[in-house]
């Protein structure tokens, strides 16, 4: 049974730092891409940040405009896990986020991120920036 589970949300003001963490099991982790989505209330989901598979100590990554420069993504393949650093958080930030593995995803540089591409889910950790 593969389990996706989220953790480091919270109430932060702007400006201010987190970082979320996923966990995995259940999977041949180091086969997948993983990444971050979010979903906002009244707002499509969207992704936010991805990491391909490693493959000889490489990996693409993939980051939204809006987040670019102030969020960066990594993984563990040891550990199973995939954390989001985000730094120089805004309100417009504020959001569910959601861990989310990818058999699909090939190794090669990441353009856009869709939802229909990941196949195992997280339930989410929640986002708030306050202004």
């Known amino acids: 049974q593969v389990q996706v589970v989220e953790s480091g949300g919270g109430l932060v003001q702007a400006g201010g730092s987190l970082r979320l963490s996923c966990t995995v099991s259940?999977?041949?982790?180091?086969?997948?891409?993983m990444g971050w989505f979010r979903q906002a209330p009244g707002k499509e989901r969207e992704g936010v940040a991805c990491?391909?598979?490693?493959?000889?100590?490489?990996?693409?990554?993939y980051y939204r405009h809006s987040v670019n420069g102030r969020f960066t993504i990594s993984r563990d393949d040891a550990k199973k896990t995939i954390a989001l650093e985000m730094n120089s958080l805004k309100p417009e930030d504020t959001a569910m986020y959601y861990c989310?593995?990818?058999?699909?995803?090939?190794?090669?540089?990441?353009?856009?991120?869709?939802?229909?591409?990941?196949?195992?889910w997280g339930q989410g950790t929640q986002v708030t920036v306050s202004s």
């Open positions: 259940g999977l041949s982790f180091g086969d997948y891409a």
């Open positions: 990491i391909s598979r490693r493959i000889t100590d490489s990996a693409y990554v």
């Open positions: 989310a593995a990818s058999a699909t995803l090939p190794w090669k540089p990441i353009m856009y991120m869709k939802s229909t591409d990941f196949n195992y």
